[in-house]
């Protein structure tokens, strides 16, 4: 009987390089991509559209199910839409940004789209990369190789910066106000009762700070390839 494709889950707060090292990886490996952070991101602009008061969770939680939100999955070209609309540009805004943590500790939020998460990797026939906050831990804890990126505050908000101002386009953002903007998220999103960001016992930990991505791509396509040798053994 053929093995099963492989599932990579990538955990960790943003700013560790999880997207551009999930991506890497999935396209080195000719896996599909999942970015579960731009289906949260892709609720809240659904919410934020139609005038959803995002601080009432019961009111979040009654229309939660109203969006279609559609992931595309190659890893080279990455596409998002809500009903049909490409958001991959209005998520990213300010406005989705500030708004994001509150939605998605809703957990009928969570239920819904863990649920589309597990679809998607099942469909994946030729294996999937899936990076977000609860893959290794709730969404898929059987994935094969599970992995949690971490990187000291400063490195973390350092990236960001630099990856607002390119895809806002505008100058590079105060550092320190996106630290402390980043530092707030990620106490939000770990401190939450629904599926907080949490590491899988079974999850390695890679320290970006001091890497380059290639130095990280190549570290987790190492333990994907070691794991798929171990299989086929
Ligand atoms: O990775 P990101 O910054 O695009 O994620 C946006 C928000 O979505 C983040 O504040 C936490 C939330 N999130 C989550 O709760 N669970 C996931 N699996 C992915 C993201």
């Known amino acids: 009987m053929a093995a099963h494709p492989v599932i990579v889950a990538i955990d960790g707060p943003s700013g560790t390089g999880k997207s551009s090292t999930s991506r890497a990886v999935a396209a080195r490996l000719g896996l599909s991509y999942l970015d579960t952070g731009a289906q949260y991101r892709a609720m809240t602009w659904w919410m934020l559209t139609n005038d959803i008061d995002v601080s009432d969770p019961a ?27 490409d958001v991959s ?37 030729g294996g999937i990369v899936v990076e977000g906050r609860d893959i290794g831990v709730v969404v898929l804890p059987a994935a094969d190789v599970k992995i949690f990126l971490t990187a000291s505050p400063e490195a973390r908000a350092a990236r960001r ?73």
């Open 89 to 125: 540009g209005p998520i990213r805004g300010p406005e989705v940004t500030g708004a994001v943590s509150a939605v998605s500790a809703v957990p009928e939020v969570r239920a819904l789209v863990t649920e589309l998460q597990r679809s998607i990797a099942a469909a994946a026939s």
């Open 161 to 233: 910066s630099a990856e607002l101002a390119g895809v806002v386009g505008g100058p590079a953002t105060d550092v320190a106000r996106t630290r402390e903007a980043l530092v707030r998220r990620d106490a939000a999103d770990a401190g939450r009762k629904a599926s907080p960001m949490a590491k899988a016992d079974d999850a390695i930990e890679v320290d970006t700070t001091d890497l380059s991505l290639e130095q990280v791509v190549e570290c987790v396509v190492g333990l994907v390839e070691e794991r798929r040798g171990r299989r086929r053994s």
């Open 59 to 85: 009111a979040v939680a009654a229309v939660a199910a109203k969006p279609s939100i559609v992931s595309g999955t190659d890893p080279l070209a990455p596409t998002i839409t809500v009903d049909g609309a």
